[in-house]
């Protein structure tokens, strides 16, 4: 006994010891296992069980089953209908039986639903189109470009205009003149019911045909 222990003094161990959950192998009670090496532990301890007429967990492996829905699970035969009962792989596989019979039965509903919409649909394809009454409220008119030209203040081809004509419809763009600028456009006539000239076209276009030079005779 060490110096200055008394010998009624008692000792315990503060630090709590690591503990470990361990499996007992069916096929011999003396392996204890990991659950997480249980699996592989159970195909090679059953096969050298069933390898050997002598060896001592021979009888008890051929009593043994294997369960349809877990593999992990080697159960005795009297016991394997009670595990089924139990047994989280087969309440899953019930549950997904239940669930595929529900939804045959709903897929059988559907071709029935459908004809349903078929007939309605029908029904409403045969009334006759009036096309009348689709095209009211409709705004159909004829597409103006040089409208957006005046709008827009954009430029134009004034092809054909003297040099004081075009200056005026400058002018007429920087101060914003669209009502005058729109007479000069279009070609309407002014109060005095003089032209003002006839309609322009975009940049690009232009209303003057060309006119073909002719072969000169030598």
């Excluded at 309407?188 to 006839?198: I, R, V």
């Amino acid at each position: 006994m060490p110096r200055g222990v008394n010998s009624t003094q008692t000792f315990h161990n503060t630090v709590t010891e690591f503990t470990e959950e361990l499996v007992a192998c069916p096929y011999n009670m003396a392996h204890q296992l990991r659950p997480a090496r249980l699996v592989r532990h159970l195909v090679i301890c059953r096969r050298e069980s069933l390898s050997c007429t002598t060896n001592p967990a021979y009888k008890r492996a051929l009593a043994i089953r294997i369960c349809s829905y877990n593999s992990s699970h080697h159960i005795h035969r009297a016991d394997m209908e009670h595990h089924l009962t139990l047994c989280s792989g087969a309440m899953q596989f019930r549950q997904e039986q239940e669930h595929m019979v529900k939804n045959s039965e709903v897929r059988e509903q559907k071709p029935e639903i459908e004809k349903k919409k078929l007939v309605v649909t029908a029904a409403a394809d045969s009334d006759d189109e009036d096309w009348d009454k689709e095209m009211e409220g409709l705004n159909l008119g004829t597409y103006n470009p040089m409208e957006k030209v005046v709008q827009e203040n954009l430029l134009f081809n004034a092809k054909g205009m003297n040099k004081s004509g075009r200056q005026n419809i400058r002018s007429m763009q920087r101060l914003g003149d669209k009502e005058g600028l729109s007479q000069v456009v279009n070609g309407h006539k002014n109060e005095k019911g003089s032209s003002s000239g006839a309609g322009y076209l975009p940049v690009g276009m232009s209303e003057c045909p060309v006119k073909k030079k002719g072969n000169k005779k030598k």
